[in-house]
Every structure is written in structure tokens, then in C-alpha cells.
């Protein structure tokens, strides 16, 4: 199981919000993304079974909510770790922490066996 721990910038902006801020996210998931990428064996991935995620948001500045954190984790490593976000069946135990010294993600990925 690998654990992802990239620092977005996303994630320091306070009032954090998709549709509010696509120009950060947009960069944020770019980073993010080329992290990933020289980060983590992608000839085996990314993975085409179904899959429980569960992400720890370490975030600064004003709180936002969980869903669109998860939102944003989920199309951020589309194509990467997972195939199609929709493989996701569960993001159970995913959950928001305020770090002010150390904003990243946690994540960890189970692969449902066959």
C-alpha cells in the first residue's frame, strides 16, 4: 500500500473551493499530478478494480468541506492510481485535520480481490 504525501497550495488557501478557486486548483492539481508521477511505481498503475481510499487532509487556513476535498483527490489522481474515479466504492475513515505548520494528504488505497 503506498502513502501519498504531496504539499499542495491548495490546501494553505483559506475558503478553499472548487468552483471559487479553479486557477488554484487547477495548479494545485498539476503539482500535485507530477508528484504523483516521479513519485510512486506507475507501471503497474494505475489500477482498473474497485478500491476504498481513505484520505487524511491535513489543511491550513479556513476549513473547508470533506467533499470537496474528496472531490478533488479523486479527479486529481484519475489516471494515475486509479483508473476512472468511479472505482472508488468507499472514502470510509477519510477526514479533515487542521495542520498549520504541515498541510499535505495522506492517502491509502485497498484493492478489493477478486
Not at 488557501?13 to 504523483?36: L, P, V
Amino acid at each position: 500500500m503506498k502513502e501519498l504525501l504531496p504539499k499542495p497550495d491548495i490546501l494553505r488557501k483559506s475558503g478553499f473551493n472548487i468552483q471559487d478557486h479553479e486557477e488554484a486548483y487547477r495548479k494545485w492539481k498539476t503539482a500535485a499530478r507530477i508528484w504523483a508521477l516521479y513519485s510512486i511505481d506507475s507501471e503497474n498503475l494505475p489500477f482498473k478494480e474497485p478500491c476504498e481510499v481513505e484520505v487524511r487532509i491535513y489543511y491550513s487556513g479556513k476549513r473547508f468541506e470533506l467533499a470537496e476535498g474528496l472531490l478533488s483527490v479523486g479527479d486529481c489522481f484519475e489516471d494515475i492510481i486509479w483508473f476512472d474515479q468511479k472505482q472508488i466504492y468507499s472514502w470510509e475513515g477519510s477526514r479533515l485535520i487542521e495542520d498549520n505548520d504541515n498541510p499535505r494528504l495522506d492517502i491509502r488505497v485497498r484493492w478489493r480481490s477478486r
